[in-house]
Antibody, heavy 114, light 111 residues
Framework: VQLVESGGGLVQPGKSLKLSCSASGFTFSSYGMHWIRQAPGKGLDWVAYISSSSGTVYADAVKGRFTISRDNAKNTLYLQLNSLKSEDTAIYYC?????????WGQGVMVTVSS | DVVLTQTPSTLSATIGQSVSISCRSSQSLLDSAGNTYLYWYLQRPGQSPQLLIYLVSNLGSGVPNRFSGSGSGTDFTLKISGVEAEDLGVYYCMQATHALTFGSGTKLEIK
């Protein structure tokens, strides 16, 4: 199993960014996927979840601003980040968290600053 | 939302010492089907989290048996029986019974 995030970078407050997570080594379409973030020097913070049937759930802090989606044909998970705030600055991980295993990507840094 | 309170926030141990980390939930993590979705992760410096324990007390694949988990309902414990140098990092409990939340973390330092 391999999860590789991309699309991070420096962005101004109020702007948008789209993260991608390329998955391999498992049947991507069969599993729900999460985005989890970690602010610099802080703990883990769940952001969003998408089920195998594309049902979505969001943390209150990002609801209405972030959108999780998936393209099963491309084995890719996405996170659209809109109306970014300084407090969204973090490493963003995609993760496949199953009953008895947990797979995480290496993370991608998003910095929101003017 | 479920809040997971981990204690202590920092732990300093010598090699070979046994230590315990507590994780207390603001709600019972037992679901209607009788499952308790409580997990323990270790995040080593500069790395992504790795699974140690799943469903309260089950050892993850490849995880040394010096790690053990116990508890029920709202109170859970991770024990390391004989700390080794490679165990340094931050330990997180995570619950998946009610959406997904993480504890605030326990940093293990080696003396």
């Amino acid at each position: 199993v391999q999860l590789v995030e991309s699309g991070g970078g420096l962005v101004q407050p109020g702007k948008s960014l789209k993260l991608s997570c390329s998955a391999s080594g498992f049947t991507f379409s069969s599993y729900g996927m999460h985005w989890i973030r970690q602010a610099p020097g802080k703990g883990l913070d769940w952001v969003a979840y998408i089920s195998s049937s594309s049902g979505t759930v969001y943390a209150d802090a990002v609801k209405g601003r972030f959108t999780i989606s998936r393209d099963n044909a491309k084995n890719t998970l996405y996170l659209q980040l809109n109306s970014l705030k300084s407090e969204d600055t973090a490493i963003y991980y995609c993760a496949s968290l199953r009953l008895a295993t947990g797979y995480w990507g290496q993370g991608v840094m998003v910095t929101v600053s003017s | 939302d479920v809040v997971l309170t981990q204690t202590p926030s920092t732990l300093s141990a010598t090699i070979g010492q046994s230590v315990s980390i507590s994780c207390r939930s603001s709600q019972s993590l037992l679901d209607s089907a009788g499952n308790t979705y409580l997990y323990w992760y270790l995040q080593r410096p500069g790395q992504s989290p790795q699974l140690l324990i799943y469903l309260v007390s089950n050892l993850g694949s490849g995880v040394p048996n010096r790690f053990s988990g116990s508890g029920s309902g709202t109170d859970f414990t991770l024990k390391i029986s004989g700390v080794e140098a490679e165990d340094l990092g931050v330990y997180y409990c995570m619950q998946a019974t009610h959406a997904l939340t993480f504890g605030s973390g326990t940093k293990l330092e080696i003396k």
